[in-house]
T-cell receptor
Framework: DQQVKQNSPSLSVQEGRISILNCDYTNSMFDYFLWYKKYPAEGPTFLISISSIKDKNEDGRFTVFLNKSAKHLSLHIVPSQPGDSAVYFCAASGRNSGNTPLVFGKGTRLSVIA | GAVVSQHPSRVICKSGTSVKIECRSLDFQATTMFWYRQFPKQSLMLMAT?????????EQGVEKDKFLINHASLTLSTLTVTSAHPEDSSFYICSARDFTSKAGMQPREQFFGPGTRLTVL
C-alpha cells in the first residue's frame, strides 16, 4: 500500500504560469515532508521541505503547503520556467524513523512549455 | 547541501559478468546509505538499506545474493550486481543520510548520487 501518493503522473504548464504539484499521504506518523527534483539520467536533488509544525514554507519561486487534516501537501512553482521541466518527487519521514529511508511518491513529470 | 558521488556513471557489460558500483559521501559521514533502482515511467524503487559495519537490509523481492551490498566505511558503500543479465539493465542511484547531529544539515534529508546507468548486453 502506497503511503505517499502523487496521483498525477504528468503536468504541463505554460511558461510564466503557476505549476501546482500535489501529494497525498496516509501515514499520520509522518511529520516531515520534502520535494525532490530529478532530471533524466541524474540523481534527485533536494528542493524544499516542510515540518508538520508549519503549514507553509517558501523559498524563492517554490512554496510548499501542508494541510495536515487532509494529509495533503502541494508544491507551487511561480513563475514556471522551462528549466523547471523535470520529474518531481514528494517524500515523507516519520518522527521515529530511525535509520529508515524517506518514503517517496512515484513522481510527477512537469513540462513547462515556452 | 551534502555531496554524494557515484562511480561509474555509466557501464556496459556482457551478460554473466559482475559489476560494482561505488557510492561515496564526500563531505559527511554516512552511517546509512540507500540503493535505489529507477524503472521506466519514473518511479524510484528502494532496493536496500546499507548500514555501516552491518549487513544490508533488503526490500521484499530484491535478491540479496544478486545485489551484494557492502558498507565498509562511513563514506563508502558498494553495490555489486552479480552475474548480470539484460533485465538488470537500469539506472541505479544511491542515497545517503547522516543521522548524527551536524550543524547546517537537515538530519532527515537524503542526498542522492548522480546515478549509474547499467546496460547489460
Amino acid at each position: 500500500d502506497q503511503q505517499v501518493k502523487q496521483n498525477s503522473p504528468s503536468l504541463s504548464v505554460q511558461e510564466g504560469r503557476i505549476s501546482i504539484l500535489n501529494c497525498d499521504y496516509t501515514n499520520s506518523m509522518f511529520d516531515y515532508f520534502l520535494w525532490y527534483k530529478k532530471y533524466p539520467a541524474e540523481g534527485p536533488t533536494f528542493l524544499i521541505s516542510i515540518s508538520s509544525i508549519k503549514d507553509k514554507n517558501e523559498d524563492g519561486r517554490f512554496t510548499v503547503f501542508l494541510n495536515k487534516s487532509a494529509k495533503h501537501l502541494s508544491l507551487h512553482i511561480v513563475p514556471s520556467q522551462p528549466g523547471d521541466s523535470a520529474v518531481y518527487f514528494c517524500a515523507a519521514s516519520g518522527r521515529n524513523s530511525g535509520n529508515t529511508p524517506l518514503v517517496f511518491g512515484k513522481g510527477t513529470r512537469l513540462s513547462v512549455i515556452a | 547541501g551534502a555531496v554524494v558521488s557515484q562511480h561509474p556513471s555509466r557501464v556496459i557489460c556482457k551478460s554473466g559478468t559482475s559489476v560494482k558500483i561505488e557510492c561515496r559521501s564526500l563531505d559527511f559521514q554516512a552511517t546509512t546509505m540507500f540503493w535505489y533502482r529507477q524503472f521506466p515511467k519514473q518511479s524510484l524503487m528502494l532496493m536496500a538499506t546499507s548500514n555501516e559495519g552491518s549487513k544490508a537490509t533488503y526490500e521484499q523481492g530484491v535478491e540479496k545474493d544478486k545485489f551484494l551490498i557492502n558498507h565498509a566505511s562511513l563514506t563508502l558503500s558498494t553495490l555489486t550486481v552479480t552475474s548480470a543479465h539484460p533485465e538488470d539493465s537500469s539506472f541505479y542511484i544511491c542515497s545517503a543520510r547522516d543521522f548524527t547531529s551536524k550543524a547546517g544539515m537537515q538530519p532527515r534529508e537524503q542526498f542522492f548520487g548522480p546515478g549509474t546507468r547499467l546496460t547489460v548486453l
